[in-house]
């Protein structure tokens, strides 16, 4: 059986659990938000916020897309692999530590096996009428963009996207899975044995 991790859909077809769409636009939190002085919290949360774009995946469940049940779409950024390896370089210089082809290659295994708990690896697609090289997803940072407004940015986009097939979608939803279901208990059960 070949290793086809990807279809390519169409504009018109409908959005589903693990869509890549690149630049998408979201809204996030600005690092330094305003204080709060007591009043008016809703209108400093509101400047708090900062728009910008992202390559993401789409996390939603695909049954709950299919039925329209979800107003909103969770989304997850993904990077390059080279564009993740120069923050990891980035990362390992700043920790003084050395960023050697070996540390990258044990690293990216790491994610490979699900070691590394908020992040996940997809494979490249080379060929086809849209491409990529592997993705780094990141679990840390969740977004949501209403469902309506998505599937209008699709369609005025009108082009092709990658879409994660099956078992391969379901594998990074249950890394997402894992990654959300750690639970650390400050103190361990006592032994009653």
Known sequence: MPDIW???VGAAIKLTQGDLIFNC??????????QLNGTHETEILK????AFSADVVVMT?????EHEKVGNVVLCAH???ATY???????????QQTATPKAWKGHCDDIRDGLVWNLSILNAEP??????EHRIVDFHDVFTVPRVFLEMLLAARNAPRLRLLP???EHLSQAFARFFMRVGLPVPVTSAW
């Open 47 to 50: 400047q708090s916020t900062d």
């Open 127 to 132: 060929e086809g009428a849209v491409t990529t």
């Open 25 to 34: 636009p979201l809204i996030g939190w600005k690092a330094e938000p305003p």
């Open 61 to 65: 469940q695909a049954c709950d897309l």
């Open 79 to 81: 990077y390059s692999l």
């Open 85 to 95: 390896r120069n923050h990891w370089e980035e990362e390992m210089t700043a920790k």
């Open 6 to 8: 990807y279809s390519t």
């Open 167 to 169: 078992p391969y979608r």
